[in-house]
């Protein structure tokens, strides 16, 4: 008895780019390729205030004074 393999009727297709760029380009030459039904080009959400300071926390972007006038005394240079 042979095994039958179904093909799925729908594919995706991930590619990362590192120059933005040519996001342009590339979407319009992809477009092109016979089969291509739609191309999505995923958003990514605003991060809260929070969020951000969790990054910068864990990122190593943090500062510390030992007195507000230390605080005051950098910010004037």
Known sequence: MANAMT???EGQLI???EDI???KDLKK???M???VKKITIP???K?????RSLQDLN??????YDSLNDLIKEIEG
């Not at 991060?47 to 969020?51: A, F, G, I, N, Q």
């Not at 990122?59 to 510390?64: I, L, N, T």
């Open 59 to 64: 990122a190593g972007r943090v500062y510390k």
């Open 7 to 9: 093909l799925p009727s």
């Open 43 to 45: 958003r990514q959400r």
């Open 33 to 35: 390729l016979r089969g």
């Open 15 to 17: 590619v990362s780019i």
């Open 21 to 23: 760029s040519m996001l």
């Open 47 to 51: 991060l809260s205030s929070y969020e």
């Open 29 to 31: 030459a992809i477009s």
